[in-house]
Nanobody, 114 residues
Framework: QVQLVESGGGLVQAGGALRLSCTAS????????MEWYRQAPGNRDWVAAI??????NYRDSVKGRFTVSRDNAKNTLYLQMNSLKPEDTAVYYC?????????WGPGTQVTVSS
């Protein structure tokens, strides 16, 4: 089992920045993929990912503005969000995947005011 807890959300003006963190505990040794998702009213959308080799991918709307990274020593995943837009407003979730299971954190609210 893996437990995830996000932090770093909040209220920011358009053009501002936030850094989200996702701290993991439990059986993290088998994690192969770490991702960020977000959910406004509606579907939960994929945002960014980093795999065990350090390769990263982003949804088109956040490329050049968001950066995903990790600190293996701290079992922590990050999402640096710059140049935030009102349309980035959502609950942000981290998700870790091992060979059998996808784990989710409870989410952290990000609100971008115009």
């Amino acid at each position: 089992q893996v437990q995830l807890v996000e932090s770093g959300g909040g209220l920011v003006q358009a053009g501002g920045a936030l850094r989200l963190s996702c701290t993991a505990s439990g059986d993290v040794w088998g994690i192969q993929l770490m991702e960020w998702y977000r959910q406004a009213p509606g579907n939960r959308d994929w945002v960014a990912a980093i795999d065990s080799a350090g390769s990263t991918n982003y949804r088109d709307s956040v490329k050049g503005r968001f950066t995903v990274s990790r600190d293996n020593a701290k079992n922590t995943l990050y999402l640096q969000m710059n140049s935030l837009k009102p349309e980035d407003t959502a609950v942000y979730y981290c998700s870790f995947v091992d060979q059998r299971t996808r784990y989710w954190g409870p989410g952290t609210q990000v609100t971008v005011s115009s």
